[in-house]
């Protein structure tokens, strides 16, 4: 079974610019989580989708926002860059279950650089 | 909200060495602490996770302790080998309504095992 992809894999952008990162979950799962990892901050919870519907949010600014569409893939989008959204952006999927919170497998990540 | 201090931030052991990571928790209503292994320019990935109706775990060499009442859960690797040398982040999760993918990280813990 094919792991979460993540696209692209690495990227550059000037600020004030916008990107739009892409997950693929892995066949069967539901529901996709965005992470933003810093050196400085670790994992921090960006959001979470489960039937094209945001379940839940992290403390991050309204210029980024994500999407899911109807075959489980997943978009987020920051808008207006600035330099401290220098960060590898982790997708993790997993498959929803009545037992809660379970095992997240993660993408590669993307590595944004805005300068 | 929910806020997870890990210690230490970095820990360096002879090959063959215990080594021991803890995090502390703040929301009582945590139920599920999982641990993830990310080595250097890999995704993260779960190596032990436990739930709050359980106080230990045990997988090979890898053991987890969970003491609710004092909000903290540790991480125990016995023997360490070389291939351990990674950054271990552990994590928490509120049981959201509706949400299965929002895990609240610790800073990490960078792990060397010297031979």
């Known amino acids: 079974k094919a792991g979460v992809t993540q696209t692209p894999r690495y990227l550059i952008k000037t600020r004030g610019q916008q990107v739009t990162l892409s997950c693929s979950p892995i066949?069967?799962?539901?529901?996709v989580s965005w992470y933003q990892q810093t050196p400085g901050q670790g994992l921090q919870f960006l959001f979470e989708y489960f039937s094209e519907t945001q379940r839940n949010k992290g403390n991050f600014p309204g210029r980024f926002s994500g999407r899911q569409f109807s075959n489980s893939r997943s978009e987020m989008n920051v808008s207006t860059l600035e330099l401290g959204d220098s960060a590898l952006y982790l997708c993790a999927s997993s498959p929803w279950t009545s037992g809660g919170t379970g095992e997240l497998f993660f993408g590669e990540g993307s590595r944004l650089t805005v300068l | 909200g929910e806020n997870v201090e890990q210690h230490p931030s970095t820990l360096s052991v002879q090959e063959g060495d215990s080594a021991v990571i803890k995090c502390t928790y703040s929301?009582?209503?945590?139920?599920?602490f999982p641990w993830y292994k990310q080595e250097l320019g890999k995704r993260p990935q779960l190596i032990i996770d436990?739930?709050?109706?359980?106080g230990e775990k045990k997988d090979q060499r890898i053991a987890v302790t969970l003491n609710k009442t004092a909000k903290h859960f540790s991480l125990h690797i016995t023997e360490t080998q070389p291939e351990d040398s990674a950054v271990y982040f552990c994590?928490?999760?509120?049981?959201?309504?509706?949400?299965?993918?929002?895990?609240?990280f610790g800073k990490g813990t960078k792990l060397s095992v010297k031979p």
């Open positions: 994590a928490a999760s509120h049981p959201l309504s509706g949400s299965q993918g929002n895990l609240i």
């Open positions: 929301d009582s209503a945590s139920n599920y």
């Open positions: 066949s069967g799962h539901r529901s």
């Open positions: 436990i739930r709050s109706n359980v």
